[in-house]
């Protein structure tokens, strides 16, 4: 039978004794000098090389919605079957998500990373070669790609937070979540600027499979695998079971109100993600600013300009959400839930007054819409940071897992999807004509500010719980450097 860990000791109340980590030099206490092994120039290698391969993810992520149009018209997908290519990745990534979060809490991670890698590059390779009458081989290879993808995002965090912890986690985390952002606007990008210099969508498909084969080395060859929470404790932490793992995170309320703010922005994001190319083509078309498009390759300019849109209001917004929660955290305690709170109960008007004001003019649709993009970047960095400072290193991988299966299963799995279905049921009201298709659209975009606000209030209960779960997880009490 397994021995509980540290974590379920903690609420037994037994006799007093020394805390379990104590200052920085005691038997207890984090390791200054970083993991054993692990000199600086490695660690922040290692960072590098992590930062590369989010990149080439979430392009993997973008490049779909960014050649839309063209995917419909060559395998004759209506609205409301679009938003399931979506939502097929992303099925496949929350599947995939708990088996690899168990397996990185207990074998090599590097390994696993290898694994994803290939898959999700060979599958999205494959996929650009199929004729127009396999749409359903295409949604098949999509959800096999977010198998892949799901390898990546539930460990390759973890290994960040085995190398540092406290502010240098913090900007760690920052400058890895900092290529989310990039990565989906270079995506947009790349699939409208290869799709246009060749006339073929598919060649979209085909660039990234080149860059994650030199990932691979990278990660093979630079990339440590240190042990789970070496820079925190003294000693490993005690294996338990995954079905103690997941009660005992069921427990900690600071995460689960955390996991419904993320799942609550995934839905935003997802549902504008998808389609809001779409959406700003429909706006050109309608103000006679370019023609409508009836046969491929697309105008595929605004997914350029949403793309170069995503990525500038991601670096400043990463950036500027990580150093506002650093400067409050002098204040208080909680910064990191308030400042994901306020960030959202923000962005919900920004999103608001974007769709309504898109009809009477484009350019009070894009600043809105880039100030909400902004604020809504606030939070990659921080969520993590939340995770990594209330749940115990034995069981980042699987709260990495069990966070990123919510937030996709309610989140950005059901978002395009839904809004694409919601747009079709409504052109039956407002007809077919191009201001019929775009009211369809525009209506359906307006549950996202609501949504969105409501993840704002799910950050704010977060903040109630979160200095009561935080000794839980102390290693976010004391900070180290790597070695040099």
Not at 68 to 81: N, T, Y
Not at 146 to 165: E, K, M, N, R
Request: aromatic share 10%.
């Amino acid at each position: 039978m397994e021995k509980p860990g540290w974590e379920e000791a903690a609420p037994l109340r037994a006799q007093p004794g020394p805390p379990l980590y104590g200052t920085a030099g005691s038997p207890g206490g984090p390791r200054p000098e970083g993991p054993p092994g692990v000199p600086r120039s490695r660690a922040y290698g290692a960072v590098a090389v992590l930062c590369y391969i989010n990149l080439l993810n979430y392009m993997n992520w973008s490049i779909i919605p960014g050649v839309l149009l063209d995917i419909q018209k060559h395998f004759h997908i209506r609205d409301s079957e679009a938003g399931l290519l979506q939502t097929a990745f992303i099925l496949g990534l929350l599947l995939a998500a708990p088996p690899f979060g168990y397996l990185g809490d207990r074998y090599s991670r590097k390994a696993i990373l290898s694994v994803g890698i290939v898959l999700w590059s060979s599958c999205s390779l494959g996929g650009s070669f199929l004729p127009g009458g396999y749409s359903w081989l295409f949604f098949l290879a999509r959800g096999a790609v977010g198998v892949g993808v799901a390898s990546y995002s539930t460990i390759a965090p973890t290994i960040i937070g085995d190398l540092f912890v406290k502010d240098r986690r913090t900007w760690m985390l920052s400058l890895f979540y900092l290529f989310i952002p990039v990565g989906s606007g270079l995506g947009y990008v790349l699939g409208s600027a290869v799709t246009k210099a060749t006339g073929e969508w598919p060649w979209a498909f085909r660039v990234t499979p080149c860059l994650e084969a030199v990932a691979l080395v990278l990660l093979l060859l630079l990339v440590p695998d240190p042990p789970r929470g070496a820079a925190e404790e003294g000693s490993p932490a005690v294996r338990t079971g995954w079905c103690e793992d997941v009660r005992s995170l069921g427990r900690n309320r600071s995460f689960v109100w955390s996991t419904l703010g993320v799942t609550a922005m995934a839905y935003v994001i997802g549902a504008l993600a998808f389609w809001v190319p779409t959406f700003l083509t429909q706006i050109r078309v309608l103000q006679g600013l370019q023609p409508p498009c009836l046969r491929e390759p697309c105008d595929s300019s605004d997914s350029l300009i949403f793309g170069a849109l995503t990525v500038g209001t991601g670096i400043v917004g990463v950036l500027l959400g990580a150093e506002i929660a650093r400067r409050f955290k002098k204040l208080t305690p909680t910064a990191e839930p308030l400042v994901c709170a306020g960030s959202l109960l923000a962005a919900a008007p920004c999103l608001f007054l974007s769709i309504i004001l898109a009809q009477r003019t484009l350019l009070a649709a894009y600043a809105f819409l880039a100030l909400g993009e902004l604020l809504l970047s606030f939070n990659w960095a921080i969520v993590t940071d939340i995770l990594l400072s209330v749940v115990a290193p034995s069981r980042r991988g699987t709260a990495e897992a069990l966070q990123i299966s919510v937030s996709h299963i309610l989140g950005d799995a059901g978002s395009p999807y839904i809004t694409g279905l919601v747009a079709s049921a409504l052109q039956a009201v407002h007809g077919d004509s191009f201001l019929g298709l775009f009211r369809s659209l525009q209506y359906s975009f307006l549950v996202c500010a609501f949504v969105g606000a409501l993840g704002g209030g799910c950050f704010l209960v977060t903040a109630l719980h979160m200095e009561r779960d935080r000794p839980r997880a102390p290693a976010a009490q004391e900070a180290w450097e790597p070695r040099a």
